[in-house]
């Protein structure tokens, strides 16, 4: 069975740094992998996703990137906002079964 | 115009008590999913429905019972609430679920407490 795995936990850095969050799972099997973002008291929010035979995916200041030899994924911000402020989760999918980890609460104070 | 609605947004009731969770999506999609979020944050689907179908159904107490009148609808009805069941609870929708790699969308969350 998938287990996905977060590292940090908990993230606080100053307005403006790079910042890299990391995610592990057992199963090489994965399909996919998506990163979201889950602000309090709301839903999640789709923000990447790598497909299997892809190795990474841009989207403006986000940049995530797969190696499922290695089963890790890594998400990639750059130039940190206060607005990035949230839990950060990912999540590796196989036949629309997803498995979570159990996020990165990030803080970026201004 | 919200995608995926929920509702209720909070839940608070008694141990013993048989309560319901509504989700619907405007997306058009085929699929809808239930997960629940712990304490400890973990997601973990429950289930998902496709065109009103029970396609996955993962290891949940009976005492859950979704139910899909229409594709654009799931909801959730719980009996006999217990402590444990304090959680958030999550709908999502995806466009076929029948497929790999299609992205979720994500309701607001349902949080119930039981007490």
């Known amino acids: 069975k998938q287990e996905v795995t977060q590292i940090p936990a908990a993230l606080s850095v100053p307005e403006g740094e790079n910042l890299v969050l990391n995610c592990s799972f057992t199963?090489?099997?994965?399909?996919?992998l998506q990163w979201f973002r889950q602000d309090p008291g709301k839903g999640l929010t789709s923000l990447l996703l790598?497909?299997?035979?892809?190795r990474e995916q841009t989207s403006g200041r986000l940049n995530a990137s797969l190696d499922k030899s290695s089963g890790r994924s890594t998400l990639y911000i750059a130039a940190s906002q206060p607005g990035d402020s949230a839990t950060y989760l990912c999540?590796?999918?196989?036949?629309?079964?997803?498995?979570f980890g159990s996020g990165t609460k990030l803080n970026v104070k201004p | 115009d919200t995608a995926v609605s929920q509702t209720p947004k909070y839940l608070v009731t008694q141990m013993g008590n048989d309560k319901s969770i509504k989700c619907e999506q405007n997306?058009?999609?085929?699929?809808m999913y239930w997960y629940k979020q712990d304490s400890k944050k973990f997601l973990k689907i429950m289930f998902s429905?496709?065109?009103?179908?029970?396609?996955i159904n993962e290891t949940v107490p009976n005492r859950f019972s979704p139910k899909s009148p229409d594709k654009a609808h799931l909801n959730l009805h719980i009996n006999s609430l217990e402590l444990g069941d304090s959680a958030v609870y999550f709908c999502?929708?995806?466009?076929?679920?029948?497929?790999?790699?299609?992205?979720?969308?994500f309701g607001p969350g349902t949080r119930l407490l039981v007490l």
């Open positions: 999502a929708s995806s466009q076929t679920g029948t497929g790999r790699g299609e992205t979720q969308y």
């Open positions: 199963d090489s099997a994965i399909y996919n």
């Open positions: 790598i497909q299997s035979s892809q």
């Open positions: 999540a590796g999918e196989d036949f629309n079964k997803f498995y």
């Open positions: 997306l058009g999609h085929d699929t």
């Open positions: 429905y496709n065109n009103k179908e029970l396609i």
